[in-house]
């Protein structure tokens, strides 16, 4: 977990952290030990509390002794009169979100922060496009996702397109390149706004004013073995931008632009067994095979199916 | 790679074999759990001291996020 990096900027907005895992008080005691986080760590080793939020792994099944307990990964967002205002899951367990997730998500909008890679360009025609790596303080590590935001800011009236186009427009269109073990995944795009346009038979579909497109990106084993030499290893990213902005009477050509990011990147961190060896991760100093080894006896004095 | 390593789709490598159902990515209705809009149930847990820790008690008025991770052990 890198959630404690950040925590200060959470105690800041008085937003109190409150992480849940089937583990037993002793090992999360050990972890708190050899990790030093300060947050709040609860223990739930019959996943009541898993099972009553609705996010009990159901992929994993009874006869998965020690995993069977495990949540899916991810957060509720609680509001101060108790509410549930917003969520968060992953499908993959070597996804995780971070701290900047949790605030972004709170404030209801991406904010860069002062050490994430960014870059930005500004056109004739108006437009100011920026690119920016966010969450894990800008570093990228083997396994944690982190969100590369393409931040369109248009002046009034003018907009950009999203498919369909009619023929000899282009509509936006936002690619992303990076070594092998830097992987994308698909653009998380807004709704665009129909646009009526007069001698067209449909409306065209336009997005206008400040438009966030995101791409959950992440670092895979590959990243991690290939850096795991060089002392100080960062990665390239190209962001592709190719748009074409108009406003109610005229279109500017269309435009492409490369945006490239430097991104650190640092070795995740594994739990501590005496024998697993991952490739770009340090292991926390703490003797997981215990631990391990008790949940396996747990879980098989558990009566059948689980409580 | 040693032998008893394996790579999934997403290109992470562990111990595990890919077919595992630690690593099958869930397809079916997603996001899990509790809609946005419900309130959120209190509980009680033991931290890492042993000490139970309400969760509305606990937060006395603060938004809060409930985080779930799969185990700080594994």
Redesign the interface.
């Known amino acids: 977990?890198e959630?404690h990096q950040g925590l200060h900027r959470?105690r800041d907005?008085?937003?109190?952290?409150?992480?849940?895992?089937?583990?037993d008080?002793e090992?999360?005691?050990?972890?708190?030990r050899a990790s030093g986080v300060e947050f709040?760590?609860?223990?739930?080793v019959e996943s009541?509390?898993?099972r009553?939020?609705?996010?009990l792994?159901?992929?994993?099944?009874p006869e998965?002794v020690p995993?069977y307990g495990?949540?899916?990964?991810?957060?509720?967002?609680?509001?101060?009169d108790?509410?549930?205002?917003?969520?968060?899951?992953n499908?993959?367990?070597?996804n995780?979100e971070g701290i900047e997730t949790?605030l972004d998500s709170?404030a209801g909008r991406i904010q860069p922060g002062d050490d994430e890679p960014i870059e930005s360009i500004a056109e004739d025609d108006g437009i100011r496009i920026t690119a920016f790596l966010r969450g894990g303080g800008g570093v990228l590590r083997?396994?944690p996702r982190r969100r590369l935001v393409v931040r369109f800011e248009m002046p009034d009236g003018l907009h950009v397109y999203g498919e369909p186009v009619p023929d000899g427009m282009v509509a936006t269109q936002i690619t992303v390149h990076g070594p092998d073990?830097f992987?994308s995944e698909p653009i998380e795009a807004p709704p665009t706004e129909p646009l009526d346009f007069p001698g067209l038979e449909h409306p065209l579909q336009v997005w206008g004013g400040e438009t966030d497109f995101v791409i959950p990106v992440y670092a895979?084993?590959?990243l991690g073995r290939a850096l795991k030499d060089e002392s100080d290893p960062s990665i390239e990213i190209d962001v592709v931008v190719r748009y074409q902005a108009c406003d109610d009477t005229r279109c500017f050509i269309p435009r492409t632009h490369t945006l490239t990011l430097t991104v650190p990147l640092q070795p995740g961190v594994k739990?501590g067994?005496s024998r697993?060896?991952?490739?770009g991760a340090t292991a926390i100093d703490m003797d997981?095979d215990a631990?391990?080894q008790r949940?396996v006896e747990r879980s098989s004095t558990r009566p059948a199916g689980g409580s | 790679?040693?032998d008893d390593q394996f790579?999934d789709e997403?290109?992470?490598?562990?111990?595990l074999p890919v077919t595992s159902?630690?690593?099958?990515?869930?397809t079916g209705d997603?996001?899990?759990?509790?809609?946005?809009?419900?309130?959120?149930?209190d509980?009680t847990?033991?931290?890492?001291?042993?000490e139970s820790?309400t969760?509305?008690h606990?937060?006395a008025?603060?938004?809060?996020?409930?985080?779930?991770?799969?185990?700080?052990?594994?």
């Open positions: 977990m959630l959470l907005q008085d937003i109190e952290l409150y992480a849940i895992s089937y583990d008080t090992a999360i005691a050990d972890y708190v709040t760590l609860l223990s739930d009541q509390v898993i009553r939020y609705g996010v792994n159901t992929i994993v099944q998965d995993f495990i949540p899916f990964p991810g957060f509720f967002l609680v509001s101060e108790g509410i549930i205002v917003d969520k968060l899951f499908r993959h367990l070597a995780r949790i709170f083997v396994g073990g992987r895979n084993t590959d739990p067994f697993m060896k991952y490739g997981s631990h391990l949940m | 790679m040693s790579t997403y290109g992470f490598t562990g111990p159902t630690q690593r099958v990515v869930p997603f996001p899990p759990g509790l809609q946005i809009g419900e309130a959120a149930p509980f847990l033991p931290n890492h001291l042993g820790v969760f509305h606990d937060r008025g603060r938004r809060a996020a409930v985080l779930f991770y799969r185990s700080a052990v594994w």
